[in-house]
Structure formats: C-alpha cells, structure tokens
C-alpha cells in the first residue's frame, strides 16, 4: 500500500550503511485486504515454589544437542533445567523453582542466548498486570521473508486472572 515506510537492512546483525532507509511509496492499493486475527487465552496459573513448571518453545534451525536452559532465583542462585527435545524445533524446559519472586530463565543454543532469553519469570502471587508487563520478541519480529510465516511471542502478566488477548 502507498504510504511512508521504513526499511530496515542488516548484514550479520548490523545495519548496512544508510539504514535505516525511509521509503516513500507511491501507487495505489493493491486492492489486498489485512486480516486481524484475535486469540483469547486463559491467563496461566500462578507457579509456586516446590512444583513443576515447563515451558514449550519453538526455536527453529536449532540443534538438540546445543540447546541449554538455566534458571536463576531472586537470590541469584542457578540451577540447569531438564531440556526435553520434541519435534519440529519444539523443545519443552523444565524446572521446579524454590523461592518466590522473579526468576529469570536463560535458554542458549550453541552458548548464545536466543532470541528473547533471558526471560523473566514470576513465581508465587502475581501483582497487578498492565500493558507495560508486556513484552513482544522473537525472529518473525526481527526479519521476514514476503509469502512465509512469521513467529513471535508474546508474554504478559495478567494478575487480575482476564482473558488476555494474543
């Protein structure tokens, strides 16, 4: 569609020189439609210390074999995390925290973070959410190719225990 855009270009995680680029695009409508597509959720049950928790993620053109988890409590103490590979990139890190409060969960590939990690993590009675508790990130948000899916995630905490739209 015609408007003004701003073209972002990278090569190994660096700008090029001149970007970003501002875009002026002239024409008209492709005639395409945008669809908007809306997802209720149920808001997670609080984590307490002493039980279970795991997460499943997508981590595409990762390796099993380099993947790691790690959780650090308030205090800062870390621990590894059982690391359980399931199929096409979804693998499924599990930990059983000891203490409430905010934890963060580092999960590395080949050492190095992935694309969001470390991540925060609450764990006992959860404060009052708000639009600033959210947080966006992943490889669909950090580059794309046109025609293909692009994933990301979302995170949020939503103490009053609503639906949280993603």
Same mark, same amino acid.
């Given at each position: 569609a015609p408007g003004i855009y701003i073209l972002n270009v990278r090569f190994s995680d660096d700008?090029? !020189?001149?970007? !970003?680029?501002?875009?002026?695009?002239? =024409?008209? #409508?492709?005639?395409?439609?945008r669809e908007t597509l809306t997802k209720q959720m149920e808001a997670a049950e609080a984590s307490v210390p002493n039980k279970l928790c795991e997460f499943i993620?997508?981590? !595409? =053109?990762?390796?099993p074999f380099d993947m790691e988890a790690a959780v650090a409590d308030p205090s800062g103490t870390s621990e590894l995390c059982d690391v359980m590979d399931l199929e096409d990139f979804h693998y499924k890190i599990m930990f059983t925290p000891k203490a409430t409060g905010t934890h963060t969960l580092s999960v590395?590939?080949?050492?190095?973070?992935?694309?969001?990690?470390p991540?925060?993590?609450?764990?006992g009675q959860l404060n009052l959410g708000g639009c600033h508790k959210v947080q966006v990130g992943g490889p669909g948000l950090e580059k794309g190719e046109a025609g293909m899916p #692009?994933?990301?995630k979302i995170e949020s905490i939503n103490g009053a225990g609503r639906r949280v739209p993603v």
């Open positions: 700008h090029v !020189p001149g970007s !970003p680029f501002l875009l002026n695009v002239g =024409g008209s #409508a492709s005639g395409r439609t993620l997508q981590i !595409p =053109g990762t390796n590395r590939h080949k050492g190095m973070h992935i694309s969001g990690s991540f925060q993590y609450s764990v #692009a994933e990301f």
